[in-house]
């Protein structure tokens, strides 16, 4: 089986592990990692897998794929590109679509006070995150999470079930609609990162909470890095 992965980060690296397992043929679009990272890069050099650090087009398609997968790429990935894969392309998307379409979505699952989130994998078309559902999971969001350990538990639990995903594409599962609310939240952070005055104590916690993904920039407070609520006063 032929695979075009796009990917990054730990979930990259971790579904580097999962397809070789399987013997499969695989090349990589990734990213270039920043320090803090878990570099695909260098662990595709070291498994000896061909990558390529060029946004993914046609053109630059190394084989015809049986399959491509988006797990934490951060393009979209075009739709010709899309319709060249034998199999339906399908994504990982760390939320639970229709809900928190779009980019920090467990971020802002937390800003909003949700009692749950999760992932979901599901085909992808020309529309951001719109694709039928092929597999879907809740996870508790804790009082004590911070993003950083939330983001992790969801990615963790979600890199267990590619293989089952894989399994139900190769069988022709159509999967189901998304159905219910849904909403969008661009590239970003929540608010600018800045904590409103009028917001009430509870969604201020949230907040810091929500920031909290070393080294990444923390919540703002009249100009100052909040790391906890006693920092407000």
Same mark, same amino acid.
């Given at each position: ?20 397992? /399987? ?21 595709? =050099? ?12 046609? =053109? ?27 199999? =339906?392309?399908? !994504? ?39 694709? !039928?559902?092929?597999?879907? $999971? ?37 999967? *189901? *609609? ?22 009430? /104590?509870? /969604? $201020? ?29």
């Amino acid at each position: 089986m032929k695979i075009i992965l796009c990917a990054y980060n730990w979930s990259g690296c971790k579904a580097v592990d999962i397809l070789n397992q /399987k013997k499969k043929k695989i090349f990589f679009y990734t990213h270039k990692p920043t320090y803090y990272e878990s570099s695909l890069v260098d662990y595709c =050099k070291k498994k000896k897998i061909p990558f390529s650090l060029n946004k993914i087009k046609k =053109k630059l398609l190394p084989f015809i794929p049986d399959l491509i997968i988006s797990i934490s790429y951060k393009y979209k990935i075009p739709s010709d590109v899309l319709s060249y894969s034998k199999l =339906k392309p399908f !994504n990982l998307h760390p939320s639970l679509l229709p809900k928190y379409k779009g980019c920090s979505s467990v971020t802002w699952a937390m800003v909003n006070g949700e009692k749950f989130t999760g992932f979901t994998y599901h085909y992808m078309n020309d529309k951001f995150d719109d694709g !039928n559902i092929i597999l879907q $999971k809740k996870i508790i969001i804790n009082d004590f999470d911070l993003q950083n350990t939330l983001y992790f538990r969801v990615m963790f639990e979600s890199l267990k079930y590619l293989q089952k995903v894989i399994t139900l594409v190769k069988q022709g599962y159509n999967g *189901r *609609r998304q159905k219910g609310k849904s909403c969008y939240y661009g590239r970003g952070a929540p608010y600018n990162g800045i904590i409103k005055k009028n917001w009430s /104590k509870k /969604k $201020k916690i949230r907040f810091i909470k929500a920031m909290i993904n070393p080294p990444r920039a923390l919540a703002i407070y009249n100009g100052k890095k909040i790391k906890n609520f006693k920092d407000l006063t």
